[in-house]
């Protein structure tokens, strides 16, 4: 009787579960190379669709076939490379002077107990006003011209680059001051071989962040108040109601944003491989 039971139930015992093959089947969506492709293809098919069945008016969304032949007349006329070359001018020269002056200030801040309770309250005041509030007052004290853009972005770089810094020194073992005072280094050398190698990786968090928040910020002050580049491109659209240099705008911002992130990344990677060995 055991026999025969033990082989009803061999015969019988259920398969094993589908659902582990559907997640296996998942998890080789996502293991792929290319499933990152996913979002932005479905993005565009539901953009087409959208237009083909017109959700929207024809002249608010314009499909992407136009926006792309767009694109190409721009480009072939120079017009599209004369906005993105004065865009991305403004975002290197502000960020340069940004990060720069934010790492020095942090570093000076983190290491100063003194100069921190002196400008710490005014320095936290003013990294919480917003970037954009300011650009009626910059635009007062420096006009439309090219040092008001470049202000713009250092003052959006400045801050979240000084703060990613200073915390990056205040949250150090006390440890390392110790094997400094241990071995007797100067300030400079304390700053040149223990502080600053420690700090890279939090800093260049904060670097990369400042440059995607940068990006955002020239484009939008573009928007409001420029001669040239990518936002007032799109401004000058939306003036003429010409919806399809407007989108041609738009996708640039994101194309060119998520480029700088990524390309950020990877150096990141680059300068942090000793972690890996």
Same mark, same amino acid.
């Given at each position: ?13 259920? #398969? ?16 792929? !190379? ?15 669709? +959208?237009?083909?069945? %017109? ?6 969304? *314009? ?12 480009? %072939? ?22 990060? #720069?002056?934010? *790492? ?5 801040? !983190?290491? &100063? ?14 990294? @919480?006003?917003?970037?954009? +509030?300011? *650009? ?6 420096? !006009? ?17 680059? #000084? ?5 990056? *020194?205040? &949250? ?16 400079? @050398? ?23 928040? &940068? ?5 939008? #002050? %573009?928007?409001?108040?420029?001669? &040239? ?5 799109? %401004? ?9 240099? /407007?989108? /041609?705008?738009? /996708?640039?911002? !994101? /194309? ?22």
């Amino acid at each position: 009787m055991s026999a025969l039971s033990s082989s009803y139930t061999e015969t019988v015992a259920p #398969a094993s579960p589908r659902p582990a093959r559907s997640a296996s089947l998942v998890q080789r969506w996502l293991d792929a !190379g290319w499933s990152a492709w996913t979002s932005p293809v479905l993005l565009l098919a539901i953009w087409s669709l +959208a237009t083909l069945l %017109e959700w929207v008016p024809a002249q608010i969304l *314009i499909p992407p076939w136009e926006v792309a032949r767009t694109a190409v007349e721009l480009a %072939e006329s120079g017009e599209l490379t004369d906005h993105l070359g004065a865009s991305l001018y403004r975002l290197f020269a502000g960020f340069g002077l940004g990060s #720069a002056g934010g *790492i020095a200030f942090g570093i000076l801040l !983190g290491l &100063s107990p003194g100069l921190r309770s002196y400008v710490d309250p005014l320095f936290n005041v003013l990294r @919480q006003l917003p970037t954009v +509030a300011l *650009i009626p007052l910059f635009i007062l004290i420096f !006009g439309i011209g090219e040092t008001f853009k470049v202000f713009i972005v250092i003052k959006a770089t400045f801050f979240i680059v #000084a703060l990613a810094a200073h915390d990056a *020194i205040r &949250s150090l073992s006390a440890r390392f001051f110790e094997v400094a005072a241990i071995y007797r280094l100067t300030r400079w @050398q304390t700053v040149r071989r223990i502080v600053l190698p420690a700090i890279i990786p939090a800093t260049l968090t904060g670097v990369r962040i400042a440059l995607g928040r &940068s990006w955002m910020v020239l484009v939008g #002050a %573009e928007l409001l108040a420029a001669d &040239s580049g990518l936002g007032q491109m799109m %401004e000058m659209g939306r003036q003429m109601f010409r919806m399809d240099i /407007v989108m /041609v705008g738009v /996708v640039l911002t !994101g /194309v060119i944003g998520f480029t700088l992130d990524r390309g950020f990344r990877w150096l990141e990677i680059y300068l942090m491989r000793w972690k890996q060995r």
